[in-house]
């Protein structure tokens, strides 16, 4: 350990703060400076391209190619003053994290002589050897043909370390045949898809002029930072991301001393580094604090749009993990590192904005309340919306946050749980229970708005104080937080999935609609007429409880909501009817690419899980159970040694009898676990069963496994324990 200790970079680098910002230590003033954005674009390409782009960039449009070659010169010459020799397509095939492939600027004229180039071709598309990226079976099809394209409303950007300076170019990741084997094509299908729904319904209500209805994200992100020392010791934090073993420290967080606490400095020098190198990329960081349990903090960035806001939550996870080294530190991603106490979460904020012709719809949140009962008409419609799809596709939702990391966390501390219900606050609430009830039916629609309490909405964003911080999406003035969203995962495909079901939702309300303006005159009397039965039928998934009480999974299950605990069952929503049907009449995946992502992610569960029940057997085989038996010997060497010298008392008899019987209980578990391990492992049956097996017999293996090495860690001295304790790792001295 001490070897160790010595080697950890313990130089804060501070300097670094101060020196490298070009354009001086305010933010603002080198705020982006690493990404080739709207600014540097304006001042280097010529008017024309850079309107074009403009235009391609703000209508979500495919880049049009006759502008490449102007686009792709002013990059390279960007780049190369910038001390850049590579570049790279940087996608997001579905490994939870992003994929590269550098290629240099080097290239050769006629005469052999190096220069840098960098071809409107190599920018807009390139072709990575795709065999190796999880496709779940779409990977026949194609015969691991695909190539990745540039994504133009995702800037492109410079990631320095030390000696290399690499330009990355934000893509998607398609096969031949279009199907999108990454993470972000799915996410902007689903955004173009709401966004035509959406102003289909806008145009009904009488907004027209909407150019692009876009979805608004802001991920708030949870994470540990540990000594790296200490990581290094924990195999399993190396290998699987939490601890598999570690017995619970007299103090966790019932203090309630870490929230919102003092920044230690050491972790203050290291989070302000991590920020100085995010906002170089263009990442609007805004609020850092510590979370609920030791060591746990919290990072969030200003909302921007969604797709933007998935790849920079991509840069904040990648950039904590490398900066925290430069810090003899570690973060750690992971939904649960440690047991009992809270996991980490990754909230997304979530709503829906207007980019229109008109100064008054332009910006417009369509989650916002606005001040006249027009405006309040159209906040209804697509509250509604969204309830509705959540309500209709609540398994789905699950299946989209379902992980083995998430696993641990959903239902554990302060963790929503793994039913999905929608908090209003009490105002919301109420009006939506008046209207499900046709209150004042009989009057005319502008007095029956006020009844309502419709039309003096504006104050719900202020109201909205007493948040229910156990919901899994709450609503929260202006938008929904969806906070069921695991820590280390892309959120990409969890968003996805939202926008989806509301566009359907959107357009059911909006055939809807269409057909009640047949009868009903008044547009505000024909929208509470839809919004009613709307409200009403999806009333089960609201809820203003507690979530994480025992009364609510019984009220859940009265309700007929799901409560899908584990991964599997969860992951089995990906494939049900309802969401083919969704999946079909959106086009936002077909079949083929549908059934892919459900099978990418069993088996990535089982991978998860098998890499942590042969983790844990190494530490159980390698680490615990050798230590247990070097202390028992030494008790019973010395008991024997007692005897001979004719001690009376001989305690060390009992303690090795109680430490036997500890290694007895554990090496039986150990057992059990190592069957669990080969049926799975020699099962030759499907994903799906291994899956089953895995987070039944497996995860209560590992539950017993632990419990008994736990138990032994706290029968064993301290220098015979072989890893760092939670106590050494959560509360750094
Ligand atoms: P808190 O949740 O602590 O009250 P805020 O409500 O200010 O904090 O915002 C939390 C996150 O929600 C921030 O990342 C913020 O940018 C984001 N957010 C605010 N408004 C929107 C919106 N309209 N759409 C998406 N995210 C939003
Ligand atoms: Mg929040």
Redesign the pocket.
Known sequence: KAALHDMTVKAPALARLNGDAKGGTQTSQYFGQNTFGARQMRDKLPKKVFQKLQATIRLGKKLDSEIAAPIAEAIKEWAVSKGVTHYTHWFQPQTGLTAEKHDAFLSFDDEGTPIEAFSAAQLIQSEPDASSFPSGGLRATWEARGYTAWNPASPVFVVEGPGTRTLCIPSVFIGYNGEALDEMTPLLRSSDVLSEKAIALLELLGDSGVQRVIT?????QEYFLIDRTQFALRPDLVMAGRTLVGAAPPRGQQLEDHYFGNIPERIAACIAEVEHELYKLGVPI??RHNEVAPSQFEM????EETDLAVDHNQLVMSTLRRVALRHGLQALLHEKPFAGINGSGK?C???M?LAADSADLDGL?L??PGKTPHQNVRFLIFLAAVLQAVHKHAGLLRAGIGTSGNEHRLGANEAPPAIISVFMGQTLSQMIDDISAGRSREKHASQQLIDLGVAKLPDIEKDNTDRNRTSPFAF????F?FRAVGSSQSIAFPVMLLNVAVAEAIEDLTNKLRKQLETTKEIDDAVLEVVRPSFKASASVLFEGNNYSDEWVQEAERRGLLNLRRTPEALAQLTTESTRKLFASTGVLSEAELESRYHVRVERYVKDMLIELHTLQQIVDTLVLPAAYSYANELATGAAHAKSAGVGTIPQVAAADRVGKLIVALEEARGALGEVVTRAEHSHESPDTCAKLLTSEGADAMAAVRAASDALELGLPDDHWPLPKYREMLFPV
């Open positions: 608004t994200l802001g991920p708030e805004v609020t969030a960035p200003r909302f909230h904020n979530w709503s904005s949140n989650l916002k929260t003035g202006n938008k937080e």
